[in-house]
């Protein structure tokens, strides 16, 4: 598609809208350059004549019909015809023409090579051209490395981009005539005729490739069905989550109670996710928060659930009919295995063919592995469904990683909720030593007062006392005497009071004010 010659007068214009033109219909007007008639809205196109032959733009062309009522309808690209040079646009992208001035005797011309033919779909060449690109092997060594069931020459990413490119019945019919001689064939048809003389290629890659990856396969499931087993006897026998659900249940009854509600005989696991729904009545707490401060407080044996149920944290994470998928996907593989060596045995025996020892001897291992595998399947999906039923819940409705899943976020959400109620406590309990301390103060200065006033009655006293001793010693001229004139000094009980009350304030400061600091954590 693009710019090419004009057509013969009175002819379509094929290329100058990048195809064919369209099918025959019914008869309608003719168009201006004598071809079909262009839809509403569109204007013929300007032809040009180039002076010399230009290389073609390869652009995926609209075609009239659905240039209608887009961008391209209404544009006038010749309005800008100035801006283009088409001499200098014909100069650098001119054809290249055999020039008359060259020689052209035989001795002079070189070799043109042939194009490659190819008999198979063009797609399909692309794609096993480029794994060809990744193979270090001939062809002839591809081929007889699966026959000889050569895996260290066979890597299973090249298995399974050959299983992609296998030759259909058709292609190497297509392909038979060149079997002798394959001339101009193309390196993808060469391939795929060598590799196709390998008896049930299709079924030997498919075998190799489950062979290859019967292993891990085998690995990855185990676990998986192994885990719901192990989740679905802890989870229904276990007696301590017997107990807990019974709490929630009395719980839930007795708070329904107060709407004249009827008592409930169960509820569905899924309730135990929505307990932090339910806020107390100053939206400060939760249900969760006062199950777990009823288990702390009266059982606390519960907190080990997240322990004894600890399977549930893996089993969650298995989707049952991905598991179920995977099982039967194994099963299948043994059974085309052995469709293959049955299906192989119809043929004439090649000498080097490895296919079917190799096989037989695969089978010998894998098959008891799979018996083994469908068993602890059905094991494991009975006792899920039983689990399911046991708490009121449908197998069909709730898969292992939804009802192992409540259990699961519970658990998590239950030490969390402990851990909140566990601060919360300590919060209450510095609050408390806060406000005892500072009453032991206020204890403490009172006294305090009360011990000073007392000592200041009594020096009162003692003072009064004194006045009287001095008047009588007045009187009786001993004032004058020299034991009379000594000085009075200080008793050391005083200084031992003030100390006292100054530790006391220091200590007391000190208490409250690490007190509050306790509170404000």
Same mark, same amino acid.
């Given at each position: 598609?693009?710019?090419? &010659? =004009? /057509? @013969?007068?009175?002819?379509?214009? %094929?290329? #100058?809208? *990048? $195809? !064919? &033109? =369209? /099918? @025959?219909?019914?008869?309608?007007? %003719?168009? #201006?350059? *004598? $071809? !079909?008639?262009? /839809? @509403? ?13 230009t ?45 008359a ?28 051209a ?9 062809f ?17 990413t ?91 249940l009395?719980?839930?009854?007795y ?15 899924v ?19 006062y ?33 179920r ?35 037989e001897?695969?089978l ?27 708490y ?64 200041i ?12 001793d ?11 005497t ?10 050391p ?29």
């Amino acid at each position: 598609p693009g710019f090419g &010659p =004009p /057509p @013969p007068p009175g002819g379509p214009i %094929p290329t #100058l809208f *990048g $195809g !064919p &033109p =369209p /099918p @025959p219909g019914a008869p309608g007007l %003719p168009g #201006l350059m *004598g $071809g !079909p008639m262009l /839809p @509403p809205g569109l204007t013929p196109k300007k032809k040009y004549k180039p002076k010399i032959k230009t290389r073609r733009v390869n652009w995926a062309a609209i075609p009239p019909s659905k240039a209608v009522d887009t961008f391209w309808a209404g544009l006038h690209e010749e309005e800008l015809e100035p801006l283009v040079r088409f001499g200098e646009l014909e100069e650098r992208f001119g054809a290249a023409q055999a020039a008359a001035a060259v020689d052209r005797s035989e001795d002079t011309l070189k070799p043109v090579k042939k194009e490659a033919k190819s008999v198979i779909d063009a797609k399909k060449a692309y794609a096993v051209a480029i794994t060809l690109g990744r193979i270090k092997l001939s062809f002839e060594e591809v081929r007889d490395a699966l026959l000889r069931m050569d895996m260290d020459r066979l890597e299973r990413t090249l298995l399974e981009s050959l299983l992609k490119h296998v030759p259909t019945k058709e292609e190497m019919a297509n392909l038979q005539p060149f079997r002798e001689n394959h001339g101009d064939l193309g390196k993808a048809d060469v391939f795929l005729l060598t590799i196709g003389d390998v008896p049930l290629l299709d079924k030997r890659l498919e075998a190799l490739i489950f062979r290859s990856s019967f292993k891990e396969q085998l690995n990855s499931i185990k676990p998986d069905i192994h885990a719901v087993i192990t989740a679905s006897d802890a989870l229904r026998y276990n007696a301590l989550f017997h107990k807990l659900l019974q709490i929630v249940l009395l719980v839930g009854n007795y708070m329904n109670s107060s709407a004249n509600a009827n008592s409930s005989y169960g509820f569905k696991l899924v309730f135990l996710t929505q307990l932090r729904n339910t806020k107390t009545s100053d939206n400060k707490s939760t249900l969760l928060h006062y199950i777990a401060e009823v288990i702390a407080d009266r059982s606390p044996e519960l907190f080990r659930l997240r322990d004894e149920l600890a399977s549930t944290s893996d089993a969650c994470k298995v989707v049952l009919s991905n598991t179920r998928a995977e099982v039967a996907q194994l099963t299948k593989g043994v059974e085309n295995v052995k469709s293959a060596i049955t299906a192989l045995d119809k043929l004439v025996p090649n000498p080097i063919d490895r296919f079917k020892p190799e096989m037989e001897a695969f089978l010998d291992d894998a098959d008891p592995e799979v018996s083994t595998i469908v068993s602890l399947e059905n094991q494991m999906v009975t006792k899920f469904e039983e689990l399911s039923r046991f708490y009121g819940s449908d197998p069909k409705e709730t898969g292992p990683e939804e009802l192992f899943g409540y259990v699961t976020t519970f658990l998590t959400e239950l030490r969390v909720a402990n851990e909140e109620n566990e601060k919360e406590r300590e919060k209450r309990r510095r609050e408390a030593e806060r406000l005892r301390l500072e009453e032991e103060a206020e204890r403490k200065k009172r006294d305090r007062k009360h011990r000073r006033r007392t000592i200041i009655i009594d020096k009162d006293n003692e003072q009064k006392g004194v006045m009287d001793d001095l008047i009588a010693a007045l009187k009786t001229g001993e004032a004058f005497t020299r034991a009379g004139r000594q000085k009075k000094t200080r008793k050391p009980e005083d200084d031992a009071v003030a100390a006292s009350d100054l530790l006391d304030d220091k200590l007391i400061d000190a208490q409250t004010k690490i007190a509050r600091q306790d509170s404000n954590c």
